[in-house]
């Protein structure tokens, strides 16, 4: 038995607004795929993030997931990450969509009473799948419920030949990200489940021959850049092997580039040094202490580099302004104390660590996690809201939408 993980494809991906990118990140999801089957993959994991965006589906994008999914005849099982899936709001995803045309098969649980129920993929929906040797269950991205859900749903796992548990989040310890998870969890379990398959951070790792993270395929954002990525192709007959696998595809080249200014003719001397192969992704990082002309700056980058994707971020500060000398801990410590009253004045007091965690994001540039971070406090909030609402008017809200709604998707 042979499979191919796969996960954080984030097909859409318009980085820096170069359409190049989005190419990029679709060839490297279809040399993926032709890898897997050339390999002899029976099957073929995506866990999470096929999709960057949850909705704003371009033809382009789906055309990219669609005509290379058209291409596997083996089976491809797939679970929703953040940027493809809405949490609570019970929305059809553009996962469901591919399922519902047959691309692809989405597990995810449906609930009752508030807990998962596990049940197994019957062509239309499910949570598990079953191959001759192989149960598959999968658990899509839940935002800050996800610990909650997890621990629930891995209870239900059954006791069978080779079992794979696929979710998309992190585990603690590999990355400083919003949102991860003890992988204590998972180990609980570790009688009963032969491979966890992860997606989320968009860095391989691999945890006692048990937890699998294959990392994204390009980078997402310039931090990435020298992750290790790729994908991993298991192997299991008595025992468990795997390889993980990047020589299919080149990576984008990021280049970054740091130095001091003193003045323009220098400045190309200095960028000749780096010059690489051209078509590179390249972040120019310039220390000044006097004004420098921006345009001129691109002017000579362009001609040296021939960049896809140029950024120049110019710090002044070099020179300019002297670092005092301040205790970091007790400022944040004054800081948090400050903010937090202001919000209990204002009756928000419950929110205080969310909007301190917030602020922290957006200070450290990080958008991808202050995005996520919302999302979460939003739908939490409307899960109250509609909550309270239930209790308020004593109605069954479940049973009328089970009678009365129109479920078009089981139309087909
Ligand atoms: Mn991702």
């Not at 191959?131 to 991205?141: E, V």
């Not at 200014?261 to 000044?288: C, P």
């Not at 739908?379 to 709604?405: C, F, L, N, P, T």
Request: charged share 30%; hydrophobic share 40%.
């Amino acid at each position: 038995m042979k499979f191919a993980h796969l996960a954080d494809i984030h097909l859409g991906y318009r980085q820096y607004g170069s359409e190049e990118r989005a190419v990029d990140f679709a060839q490297a999801f279809k040399k993926a795929i032709e890898f897997s089957l050339s390999k002899d993959a029976d099957f073929i994991l995506i866990a999470g993030d096929l999709f960057h965006k949850k909705s704003e589906m371009d033809p382009i994008t789906l055309a990219q997931a669609v005509l290379v999914l058209e291409r596997c005849d083996v089976p491809v099982i797939a679970v929703e990450g953040n940027h493809d899936s809405t949490y609570f709001r019970e929305r059809y995803t553009w996962i469901d969509y591919l399922s519902s045309q047959g691309h692809l098969i989405n597990l995810k649980p449906h609930f009752e009473e508030g807990r998962p129920v596990v049940d197994e993929w019957d062509g239309k929906r499910g949570s598990f799948y079953r191959t001759a040797k192989t149960s598959i269950y999968g658990l899509k991205y839940y935002g800050m419920l996800t610990e909650r859900i997890l621990q629930d749903f891995l209870r239900e796992i059954g006791d069978d030949n080779f079992t794979i548990f696929m979710s998309h989040f992190g585990i603690e310890g590999y990355i400083d990200m919003y949102g991860c998870i003890s992988s204590s969890h998972l180990y609980h379990f570790r009688d009963r489940i032969d491979y966890v398959a992860l997606g989320h951070i968009h860095r391989m790792y691999v945890e006692n021959d048990f937890i699998f993270n294959p990392g994204s395929l390009e980078s997402c954002d310039l931090k990435e850049y020298s992750f290790k990525k790729g994908i991993f192709i298991v192997e299991f007959d008595d025992e468990l092997k795997y390889a993980h696998e990047s020589s299919f595809y080149r990576p984008r080249p990021f280049r970054i580039v740091e130095l001091n200014f003193s003045n323009y003719s220098e400045l190309r001397d200095e960028f000749l040094k780096w010059r690489g192969s051209g078509k590179e992704i390249v972040h120019l990082r310039i220390n000044t202490d006097k004004n420098i002309d921006r345009e001129k700056v691109e002017k000579i980058a362009r001609e040296v580099f021939d960049p896809l994707v140029l950024r120049i971020e110019v710090n002044y500060s070099s020179g300019v302004l002297q670092a005092v000398n301040v205790d970091l801990s007790d400022r944040v410590r004054v800081e948090r104390n400050v903010i937090s009253s202001i919000l209990r004045g204002m009756g928000y007091e419950d929110m205080s660590e969310e909007i301190l965690r917030l602020r922290e994001l957006f200070s450290a540039g990080n958008m991808d996690d202050a995005d996520s971070l919302i999302a979460d406090l939003i739908s939490e909030k409307i899960r109250e809201g509609m909550e309270e609402v239930k209790k308020e008017a004593k109605i069954e809200v479940q049973a009328e939408e089970d009678e009365e709604e129109w479920k078009w998707w089981e139309a087909r």
